[in-house]
């Protein structure tokens, strides 16, 4: 181990095999195969956007956790156990579940029964417009620069892991996951997300269990990082103490991740709500989100658990992000290669198609039609919502591989989108929260709960470290916003008008099972009169 | 932004730090069992809350009414060994 544990990732690729490369243009043209195939069922923009709301609960669970594991969730994930111990795998299992649950019981009924496409068409029909081009606009820009940093950091990632040219491999992917999108839209993007997973967790699971092999099991691993020094005592505790210098304190991992930022981030993130809306059934909805729930189970012994073996395997490295790709390479036979590059790939594109299929939902519904409806006086039709549809997302991914190369640019842009999001969860949360359970809440007292927590959180981000323990105090800034907001919101509410109960009718806990007409009205927003 | 830094550093940062230290005294002084303890109570009452839930509600849109599609039932499955991972790791 003496030798290995000196091991340093170098700019030279790995030499994949012919068998490697077999599997890797298998799963690729299978992929794109699977995906054209389901644009035959492609008929309008709701089939395009929404699946047609024929997903079953399987796929679309499937499909959420595909989405939300990336190659640098993988990579840094990974380096972030390498660094801070097993307190990373809180992000999955804490921050999943009761979360999920949550979501799926309190907050997927009411965006159900309100029969909206998106997160701020919710809010809008709760709260008005103000509220839903605010949280629409955020929504967009953060996913759009998303799109753009993914393909940029996995094509430096990959383009360093197989020493190709990195605008190689962010061209396959835009070629790629633009083909199967833009022919199979939701449909699609799901049911590769299922193959994507599986073959994710496969060559992740092929990964652990050499890497576990090698570093002798559980005990050996412990005693070996345990006698690198005191500042490794924690590394394998999944609860540090409140004062620790890391950023995993289990207060803020109780408090902000736990309660606020997981729930917001389920209830509310696009990319992983879409899935949701795109069910056959309410029952499908809820059941959706406790088999994501079961798989996230699953995620740290891909992600976490790697990045400790690393840490006992090769302790010196230049870089804890180093942690992934040195395993890959080091350990992993001809074969085994191929899998787990096309694990890579994997995550890549769902991760990819996911936020592309997301971004084209929030421009379509929040600002083309709202936008169509204001000039033409009538509702853009399916037919023609699907063509934009599919042109928005040639756009979309043409346009987020050119930003890649201005991504590069700009080395913390990725810094400040992560910190853009903690800043919107709190605040949103509370508006849902009060939006669903509280019919005295307003728009003008909604508008300036957003506003306002999320101008405290950016403040809390800049004062930091003269309040709190860590560099990167989130968690606690997530729970400041979400009571700030939570306040503001009730305080302004309180002074104005309530809404007049024919706006919130079927919107609000209490208003919609208890309440005649709140039935029909659902039954209507469900199933439209037919205009002929 | 300089400007910006020193109105918060003058109206925010004493009144948030007013806030934040009885409450980082307080965290600090508890043991790691009550650690445990809060989050193993969160992941109960977060989670299992769901077996309150009416039967008609939790077969709401389900094709059929067999006992496989209670959804109670899954999440107290799901449940289970998220608890035992907090409670033993």
Redesign the interface.
């Known amino acids: 181990m003496g030798g290995e544990g000196r091991a340093k990732m170098t700019t030279a690729g790995i030499h994949l095999t012919a068998i490697d490369l077999l599997i890797l243009f298998a799963y690729l043209v299978g992929t794109l195969w699977l995906g054209s195939f389901c644009g035959r069922f492609i008929k309008s923009s709701d089939d395009f956007l929404l699946a047609g709301k024929s997903l079953p609960f399987w796929a679309a669970g499937m499909s959420i956790v595909a989405t939300d594991i990336g190659v640098m969730d993988m990579v840094s994930g990974a380096g972030a156990a390498y660094q801070n111990g097993?307190a990373q795998a809180n992000f999955d299992?804490?921050g999943s579940?009761?979360a999920l649950?949550?979501v799926g019981?309190i907050f997927v009924?009411f965006y159900w029964r309100a029969g909206v496409s998106t997160v701020p068409e919710f809010l809008g029909r709760r709260f008005g417009e103000g509220v839903r081009w605010f949280q629409a606009a955020v929504w967009l820009f953060i996913m759009v620069v998303n799109l753009a940093i993914m393909l940029w950091m996995s094509g430096l990632f990959l383009g360093t892991v197989l020493d190709w040219n990195p605008y190689v491999a962010i061209w396959i992917t835009v070629v790629g996951v633009g083909i199967y999108t833009y022919a199979g839209g939701l449909t699609a993007v799901v049911m590769t997300d299922v193959i994507q997973l599986l073959v994710l967790f496969v060559g992740s699971a092929a990964l652990l269990a050499l890497s576990y092999w090698k570093a002798g099991g559980a005990a050996e691993m412990a005693r070996s990082v345990g006698a690198r020094g005191p500042e490794f005592a924690n590394h394998f505790?999944?609860?540090l103490?409140?004062?620790t210098t890391t950023s995993y304190p289990?207060?803020g991992?109780?408090f902000g991740l736990?309660?606020v930022m997981s729930t917001s981030y389920f209830a509310t993130n696009q990319a992983v709500i879409q899935r949701v809306f795109g069910t056959r059934?309410?029952?499908?909805?809820?059941?959706s989100m406790?088999v994501a729930?079961?798989f996230k189970?699953l995620v740290p012994l891909l992600i976490t658990f790697p990045g400790l073996t690393a840490l006992a395997l090769y302790p010196k490295l230049e870089k804890a992000d180093y942690a992934m790709p040195t395993l890959v390479r080091q350990l992993l036979p001809p074969g085994l290669m191929g899998l787990i590059i096309a694990a890579f790939f994997s995550a890549l594109m769902s991760n990819v198609s996911g936020y592309l299929n997301s971004s084209t939902t929030v421009a379509i519904t929040d600002f083309y039609q709202p936008v169509i409806r204001f000039f033409r006086g009538r509702e853009a039709s399916a037919e023609h919502c699907l063509k934009v549809g599919r042109g928005l997302t040639v756009g979309l991914v043409l346009a987020a591989g050119l930003g890649a190369d201005f991504v590069r640019r700009f080395e913390t842009i990725y810094n400040l989108i992560q910190t853009m999001m903690s800043f919107i969860q709190g605040p949103t949360l509370a508006l849902l929260l009060l939006g669903i359970f509280w019919r005295r809440a307003n728009s003008l007292g909604a508008l300036a709960g957003i506003l306002s927590g999320f101008f405290l959180a950016v403040?809390?981000n800049?004062?930091g470290t003269?309040?709190?323990?860590t560099d990167n105090p989130f968690l606690f800034v997530s729970v400041?916003s979400f009571l700030f907001s939570l306040g503001v919101t009730v305080a302004v509410s309180l002074c104005g008008a309530p809404p007049p109960p024919e706006r919130i009718r079927g919107l609000v806990y209490g208003m919609v099972d208890r309440d005649p007409e709140a039935q029909a009205l659902l039954r209507e927003r469900l199933d439209p009169p037919n205009p002929a | 932004m300089n400007l910006l830094e020193s109105l918060l550093d003058r109206w925010l940062v004493p009144f948030m730090a007013w806030l934040l230290r009885p409450i980082d005294a307080f965290l600090d002084g508890l043991p790691p069992w009550a650690w445990r303890l809060s989050v193993c109570l969160f992941l109960v009452v977060g989670s299992l809350w769901v077996l309150l839930i009416p039967r008609k509600s939790i077969y709401d849109g389900a094709p059929t009414q067999e006992r496989w599609r209670d959804l109670r039932i899954w999440v107290a499955l799901l449940t289970l060994p998220y608890l035992l991972i907090y409670l033993w790791l």
Do not use: Q, T
């Open positions: 097993m299992w804490l579940v009761p649950i949550i019981f009924p505790k999944l609860l103490p409140h004062n289990w207060s991992i109780l736990g309660m059934s309410e029952w499908d909805a809820k059941a406790i729930g079961g189970l403040a809390l800049l004062v003269k309040l709190f323990r400041w």
